[in-house]
């Protein structure tokens, strides 16, 4: 998979595309904590390119939960797409997150 | 038709793109839609991070055998390791009327590949863990 991130007035979005499987939890989990170390108001993580999710992805989204519980930073999950959806969907993660288009 | 397939790893994440990698494009070219080999594949990541977290012990090193079969009709998979006893489906499921910040860890691999597949089997084989599972092709 592949990670990219943008910073605009204190929004940093991580676009998240391709695969999110076990390979890929600790360097995601990684990028999380150091966008979040940064303090911006807003993170967002985008997964209009994101083509699967296992729960080591899953994983590394609570964690981002987490952060946000604590530091306040807001968190927002942007185009989630039907396959993804359903990962969060049957594990009951769907709800505890603030998705956006 | 049915073709087989047999593939084997060292319990290490980094050799397990070798494993999903075959059975991705194997299943894909048999023609299964797009989001039955997406279901797989998670199956498979989930049954392979358990196996090199679990069975062999932090560090330790063991062999993860893969066979697989696919016909017009399904997908099944076997895999085989050489590590301490554990039955997965043994795990209760997560409780999803929790909310997921309160819940108790774990098993929520385990719970997605009951959930993706059609079915799952544990058996063990002498001193093998044997995990097998179906998948059936979903209608058009």
């Known amino acids: 998979m592949e990670i990219n991130i943008t910073k605009t007035n204190g929004t940093h979005e991580i676009f998240l595309s391709g695969r999110l499987d076990i390979t890929w939890q600790e360097p995601l989990e990684k990028t999380v904590e150091e966008v979040f170390d940064e303090n911006p108001k807003k993170v967002i993580l985008n997964c209009e390119e994101l083509t699967f999710i296992s729960s080591a992805g899953l994983r590394v989204f609570m964690k981002a939960h987490k952060l946000s519980s604590t530091t306040g930073i807001e968190l927002y999950i942007a185009k989630l797409n039907e396959t993804t959806k359903k990962i969060f969907d049957i594990t009951g993660y769907l709800s505890i997150f603030n998705l956006i288009d | ?140």
């Open chain 2, 1 to 140: 038709m049915t073709r087989t397939y047999n593939i084997s790893i060292s319990n290490r994440i980094e050799e397990t793109p070798r494993v999903t990698a075959l059975i991705e494009n194997e299943v894909f070219r048999a023609g299964f839609p797009q989001k039955d080999v997406y279901d797989i594949l998670i199956a498979v990541d989930e049954i392979l991070s358990n196996i090199v977290y679990y069975a062999y012990g932090e560090g330790g090193d063991g062999r993860i055998d893969v066979a697989f079969l696919i016909d017009d009709g399904k997908v099944e998979l076997e895999f085989s390791d050489e590590g301490v006893e554990f039955d997965p489906l043994k795990k209760k499921d997560p409780d999803t009327s929790v909310p997921v910040d309160k819940r108790e860890i774990g098993g929520l691999g385990i719970f997605l590949v009951k959930k993706l597949m059609n079915s799952v089997e544990y058996n063990r084989v002498g001193q093998k863990n044997k995990l097998r599972i179906i998948k059936l092709k979903t209608g058009e």
